[in-house]
């Protein structure tokens, strides 16, 4: 169907379930509940339709898109609202990325003076605020990346209690940065409460549509519980005695190796001893089973355990967390 029809016919018919429509049928009114269930599955075409045709490179994209989100499916089954929504979230990323890639080409120069102005500039500060976007900076530059309120403001009363639920614990870990750099901006004992609520989250909603996202959340999380990220490992790199050999020589392959600290070892223990019947808190419990046996410094099997787990190791695979 042609985007214009598409867009003509929703104009025609924005009824609900319980609406009657005056037509030709021999001048009685005839009940639209099932021709509103016919124009109802156009809606999340429609809506792709509307962002296929907005600019991704300009930031007020994202409130045109969220206003029209509103306008198709307020008072629309929660299911095709979680549709609509991943639709907005997807729409959203895009222009995060084509926003800045605009920027950057139209304002940097060298030293990137005139770049750095427009970021600090207070309209454009404002702008991004009333589009949930904020510029994050990183060694390799800045990035437009989602505030913390604004899909679950936007969204949570629309949504299905399990996409509802997610927004929620989102927009709790945007509102801590979580890392930079590579390495932790929270404690260890913050990790665990992330990990755990995503645990919990996936135990409640088997079918949610964002189970990918949770799971990938669940696991980044865990991985940096159980190994920590580049510049924040679990295990930390002590310098033993060097010593010689019949040959007056030092021996450099026994000369460092990689403990698990003592207040490390606690938060594990505190972890799995509060959530034992968790299916993280079971995995850390024979995770620091395997560490103690081994001294608690880092070994061939202690690393193997993580990777056999499906969890991926220090910093693989948390590089968007933040």
């Not at 895009?94 to 750095?116: C, D, I, N, P």
Request: aromatic share 12%; net charge neutral; with cysteine.
């Amino acid at each position: 169907m042609k985007k214009g029809k598409l867009r003509q016919e929703f104009a025609i018919l924005n009824v609900s379930s319980t609406d009657s429509i005056e037509g030709d049928n021999d001048g009685k009114s005839v009940s639209c509940g099932s021709k509103a269930q016919n124009w109802r599955r156009y809606f999340v075409e429609a809506y792709k339709a509307y962002l296929h045709d907005l600019d991704a490179t300009d930031i007020a994209s994202i409130g045109k898109a969220r206003d029209r989100f509103v306008t198709l499916f307020a008072g629309q089954d929660v299911h095709r609202c979680d549709t609509g929504y991943l639709l907005f979230r997807s729409f959203c990323q895009r222009v995060a990325v084509q926003a800045m890639e605009r920027l950057t080409k139209e304002h940097w120069s060298a030293g990137g003076e005139e770049y750095f102005s427009k970021l600090e500039e207070p309209a454009f500060v404002r702008l991004l605020e009333q589009n949930g976007l904020e510029a994050v900076g990183e060694l390799g530059g800045f990035t437009f990346e989602e505030t913390p309120e604004f899909m679950a403001e936007t969204f949570s009363k629309y949504v299905s209690p399990s996409v509802r639920a997610y927004l929620e614990i989102r927009k709790q870990e945007l509102g801590e940065r979580f890392q930079t750099d590579g390495g932790l901006c929270i404690s260890l004992e913050r990790v665990g409460e992330r990990v755990i609520a995503w645990d919990r989250y996936l135990a409640e909603y088997r079918k949610t549509p964002l189970k990918a996202d949770a799971q990938h959340y669940y696991e980044a999380y865990l991985g940096t519980l159980l190994s920590g990220l580049d510049n924040s490992l679990v295990f930390r790199r002590v310098d033993k005695p060097s010593r010689e050999n019949q040959f007056n020589m030092v021996d450099t392959s026994t000369s460092e190796q990689y403990v698990m600290p003592t207040e490390t070892r606690e938060v594990l223990k505190n972890y799995f001893r509060k959530h034992p019947h968790s299916k993280s808190g079971k995995i850390v419990a024979e995770y620091y089973r395997i560490a103690e046996k081994n001294g608690f410094r880092l070994t061939a099997e202690v690393e193997e355990f993580v990777r056999a787990k499906g969890i991926k190791w220090a910093s693989e695979g948390v590089d968007f967390l933040r």
